[in-house]
């Protein structure tokens, strides 16, 4: 048992702490200002574009990316373990961090599961200009009217039709999809509804301009609409037709690619969680240090004080869960280290949240403005106890499996 | 000891029961589509104006005001126990309940106030308008630069200068100051630094169009801008000049005049605030009892009744505590109700807040997005936590107390 | 709506409180050296007789006992909520308190369905001597082999054989039961496993020392044994015969009586666990006031004061819950209060548990040991926690119920 | 990083598991056999020393003990992080997993500081017998008239006196003093109360048969002697004169000594509360996979499940968490892991509580009973919370650190 990274890890940490410092950091209030004057745009601003062009530059490009069985092909050549400080680290600024380095969701997880299922035309296709940074992507899943955590209830139906498949069907909070540079959709539906509940469903590539392709709306989230990201839109599919080898992997894959999805990606979200918890509380002791109320600064408030403690014992123990379930994932793959990857998926997110909620306690209701990124790192927060199902079904799945357990 | 209302406050809770179910429900659609359809409007959107003037013929007009030695004068004459339940039904819907009413803060406090220290002179220029409804009002108290929650940082000038006070300060989460038709700023500042701490402040009436005066920005909170209420506004004070005059009660009684703000100001945040968790848990059982997961409604789910019957307990307590100490008020006065209004100040937003964010995780993602009011929800049971200064000061302040007391 | 106590209430409190200062209090070292003195005994000691003589002399003696539709009939005529205020003065001294008085567990339910459901010559045997505190009793429900929160799980059989019931069972928990004044027991059983499933179970009188009565051993509670209290004892049943006359109400009664004798008995416990709150409090003041680290008073220290206050929330709110679940008793009976009766079951002992376990933090391991209360106080909110069914089963019902209802 | 074990630490696993279940685990209801079988006895039971002679044959002794700069000298040389996760095995079965391989405290954390700052002839006299495990020890720190987490606080007296100290002063939790083979009190107090506030306090090595040292009573905790395990005793010193040799390393060293004796002490006991709360899992996967409740399994339900699936993500958590303190210590020593040190005591602790106290809940009334261990391991809990110091005192001391780092 080891607790240092190796001397791989640490070199890439170096790097990247240092585009963060020099090039990431002051992007900050530049993104700020184009957001605000470019009012309905969705698509990449101009600071983006040119900190990935510098992070590609320096090597620093789709890092997220394991090697696969035949070598790099356009990632990084990291594991999992050796990925995961490296995000952290681009979560400090999570607007900018990952989308600098081409390692931001939805992208990733398209990105891995092209790599994994896609054919070579598909690859050529899609998985090439993803990997260059050239277009984007979103993952359509989720849908309004039935509960998505239960996969079977999917309603978005893929019918064949000769050599085409026929996508009916309705969905939303398809991140990144008001993006028009998201060119390609993978989508989730079910082209047999009476197969074996985890055989029915199957994953398809929509081109973004296919006919029956319908972007709605934006949804917002506690009000912010992640304009920067690519929002998270409502997409409807009507009669929509695409040739039959834009299937990935194969009819009845659709809930084995989704799991394989989930690994790397609730990895990801986590120490992305946890640059943003340590980046709060940067804010929190900018703030309890400076700020002075009956006689005395913040930071001699005994509760205070508390709050700070128990947000580094947080951050710590979280730390440690992620990175252990990354090297699992990396040991004995991701199913083996399904249960961890559960509980991090819980504990993590409302560790962000309570750190953040009490921050903005500390800046009182400065905090909660556009003055300051905290509201929006709750939010942050907030939507990861939801993604990929509420925390719930996921804590008694993971309670279930505990209690049959052999003592 | 009796826990029924008296026949007074049944027969108010009647009307306005009525009146919610036949007016303000119906209308909570159209006042979304007015502010779509009306972008950058702040001030008072045409439905509000309709109701208001429809709540006025049925009698249902400044509920909030109690007696005062002279009489109704402009109230319905009802004591803060009898209010307090009319409050609630009211807080059910936010948004328009309290407006129509003409019940709806910063206006409430600043009647309050008018009436109890306002010349008569002062009254007829403001507070006949803020009764009548046709002008609204802001109170300018929290500054950016200083922890406002003690009241001796206010950093705010007021000095006299011949016949006038000149103002020079900068003030934000004016609450309403964005909406035009917010004619009239009560101002807190320092007269005189050198006096004891209590008696430093004094409080200006300042027209909205004074030269010097200028509304810079509105402030977000998690990202609403509360545009149906006015929004809350940052507003900078340049060498403002108005008459003597317009000084209320006297110098050195700030302080003193917003002490009297308060306590019927948390009765009314509070009772809103539970009327407010009574309609987050029609919601949950709206959701509960109609979507599936697994095979089973969400109602079946063990957890989700737990969190039903805890926000039950919590609603039901809270609301004794807040009506007790509306009672209180009546009986004994502001003054010795002091622990308890600290109590609600604390108690009731935090259990809001729970009770919304579990309901939130019954409705997953949708009930954070615009298509339900569950997020805003939240972040008025947020802004609770903060305004009037964060808990942890209350807090404080209750525990020393307490601490003193003889056993 | 009135918070204040009637005049009799108020009446009352004076006169149980000045006989808690005089004589209560300065008995409990007495108690203690008693205990101590008589290792091994589990009947009343000396000093509870001492006080039940002055307390009976001076006419506060049953006062937990409304009046039925006959008139006092042993009790003191006051309603449930005239008698709750009381209840919290006794149980700020829990082992002597409500001892003192005759109002101490299980007898007051024992004689409360005694009155309400026996046969006169029942009365004349068991309940007179009870109300007379002569006799001591004990009520046989829960049982160590199943899950007795679920009535229909009971285990013990009441079998008619010709004139007598035959029981055979095993029973725990019988509170009061090691002590040999306890001379009666109330045994509930099911004498009709086919019927309904709340029309299954009856209760029985069975005389302690009817043959096939074994006390089997004290349990204990967290090391506790509850000696002063009679303990807690396993009891097993081996062919009891008693005669049918002894059974209560008739057969299939069982549950609706135990029904009947949970309502009551649930305010006494909560008020008392109020009581026992406010002591605790006081206990914390003493010693944040007196001890001294790090240079501060632990009554400067912020954490502390924001327990303090929270736990005077607590209590605030937590006192009003159960009063007006005794006026709503009262007023529409146990039935109609069932939701109410629940919700005081499950927020009560853990407002206790969490002060309880702040106090014994101020005062570090002294606060755990012997010399204080607190340990013993904590593990009666824990017991709380348990008695008459897990919290969790009660939340669960109540939920339900909850969402059960119309919007 | 790796977080696999080394091979050295794995086939001490297995070694000790194999111990565990067959000689410790069938032991537990011997010994308390023999505890209720000798009432008053104090000294190890019988069990304890059959299991020392079976450990100590098989080589499974002093594990404990890390290689010194002089080699082995009498530990097993392990590291910190080798040792973790075999304490954490013996934590299993809290009573006798530790005796048995001579791993229980006070005795490890005297044994430790004797070996790294004792004289030959101290070390002779007292170290020898310690690992050789024929006599035990008690180490006299906390005091009952202040607040022992200021260690400024320390009334004890130790003055020169020629060629002796002559010790005065009251200790109480001197945990395992109260059997009689404790031989030797290892005494904490002030040689010099002008001094810099960290060099004020000496240890003295006090044998325990010294006249003037007085072993007055057992303390209980939450009802608990803990006789198993020596319990705690208070112990007066009254002119207790032994020679100047007896002092450990030097005046002024006892601050010093007391935090190197933190560090490991918290590892152990923080690795045994972990193997404690596994044990409590195994016991809550027992009772809800067997009892019954409403027609369904507890482990059908889904709070149930919800607990247990929150134990386990904390378990990981603060295993990790803890073992990273380990390796810490390890490599860059006691004083640079402080942070983590006072974090694992804070964290690890209420895990367990809460663990526990919901096993307890699964479990109802017998939970807290003598027939399951799970009350006394609560109490095990609730003392860590309280040992060394309330939680709070390191809480603010982390967070104050924490406030002061560079962002």
């Known amino acids: 048992m080891e607790f240092d990274f190796d001397d791989t890890t ?12 020099e090039h990431v950091m002051p992007a900050e209030d530049v993104l700020a200002q184009q957001l605000a004057d470019n009012p309905g745009v969705w698509s990449r601003q101009p600071i983006v574009r040119q ?12 890092l997220f990316l394991p090697a696969s069985a035949h070598g790099d092909e356009g990632g990084a050549g990291l594991t999992n373990l050796q990925y995961a400080p490296l995000c952290e680290i681009l979560g400090r600024s999570p607007k900018l961090g990952p989308a600098a380095m081409n390692c931001a969701a939805p992208d990733t997880g398209n990105m891995e599961i092209l790599r994994e299922f896609a054919t070579e035309e598909q690859k050529a296709r899609w998985l090439a200009p993803l990997l260059d940074g050239s277009i984007r992507s979103a993952f359509c899943m ?4 039935v509960a998505s955590s239960d ?3 999917i309603a978005t139906v893929i019918e064949r039709d000769g050599d085409e498949y026929v996508i009916n069907g ?3 909070w398809s991140t990144g999809a008001m993006n028009p540079e998201a060119e390609i959709f993978v989508v989730m539906g079910k082209t047999d509804p009476s197969a074996e509940r985890h055989r029915q469903q199957s994953m398809v590539l929509v081109p973004r301009d296919t006919p029956g392709v319908t972007v709605e709306r934006p949804l917002l989230f506690f009000g912010f609409d992640d304009r920067d990201h690519g929002g998270h839109a409502e997409v409807v599919f009507r009669n929509v037709r695409v040739p039959v080898g834009n299937i990935l992997k194969g009819e009845g894959e659709g809930f084995a690619i989704a799991q394989a999805r989930l690994g790397p990606g609730r990895i990801h979200h986590c120490m992305r969680a946890i640059g943003i918890a340590e980046r709060a509380l940067d804010l929190a002791r900018e703030r309890a240090n400076s700020r002075v109320a009956f006689h005395k600064h913040l930071s001699e408030q005994g509760v205070i004080r508390e709050w700070i403690a128990e947000a580094r014992i947080a951050i710590e123990a979280n730390r440690l869960l992620v990175l252990k379930t990354a090297w699992l994932m990396d040991t004995v793959g991701n199913r083996a280290a399904h249960a961890e990857i559960q509980a991090i998926k819980v504990a993590v997110p409302r560790m962000l949240e309570t750190i ?4 903005i306690q500390i800046y009182g209701a400065a905090g909660a403005s556009q003055d300051f990124p905290l509201a929006e790192m709750y939010t942050m927060a907030r939507a990861l106890r939801i993604a990929d199902g509420p925390d719930e079904v996921h804590l008694n799945a993971l309670g ?6 052999a003592s």
């Open 151 to 153: 996969a079977t209830n």
């Open 400 to 405: 279930k499996a505990e209690l049959r357990r």
């Open 356 to 359: 953040v909620d009490r921050v």
């Open 142 to 145: 989720t849908e309004p009217d």
């Open 51 to 62: 900190l990935q062009a510098e992070a590609k530059s320096q090597g620093l490009w789709n």
């Open 10 to 21: 640490k070199g890439y940490i170096d790097r990247v702490e240092r585009f963060m410092a």
């Open 170 to 172: 309705r969905k939303w």
